[in-house]
Nanobody, 115 residues
């Protein structure tokens, strides 16, 4: 059974940095794309960053220039480097892998940006 496990969340001061990782346990084939979503209290889950199987990336406007998504193909791992964090980045961050016929979600990791 495939499971995605996020790590790297935590409490950071404004202006600080965090690096999220999403690792896969179990065998997974034909990943079409990987992405990071976030959900703040009382808000809908939103796509933060995504990377396709060919390496193309896209970001929500609010994180452009501050966040970078990357992947390790050999490890089927996706990362999210978050710099210059702001209080409005506070949320639970989820990774998502799209495969033929569906997708997998991680359990989420909390990111809190506060002084």
């Amino acid at each position: 059974q495939v499971q995605l496990v996020e790590s790297g969340g935590g409490l950071v001061q404004p202006g600080g940095s965090l690096r999220l990782s999403c690792a896969v346990s179990g065998r997974i084939f034909s990943i079409d794309g990987m992405g990071w979503y976030r959900q703040a209290p009382g808000k809908q889950r939103e796509l933060v960053a995504a990377i396709t199987s060919t390496g193309s990336t896209n970001y929500v406007d609010s994180v452009k220039g501050r966040f970078t998504i990357s992947r390790d193909r050999a490890k089927n791992t996706v990362y999210l480097q978050m710099n210059n964090l702001k209080p409005e980045d506070t949320a639970v961050y989820f990774c998502n892998y799209k495969v033929t016929g569906g997708s997998y979600w991680g359990q989420g990791t909390q990111v809190t940006v506060s002084s």
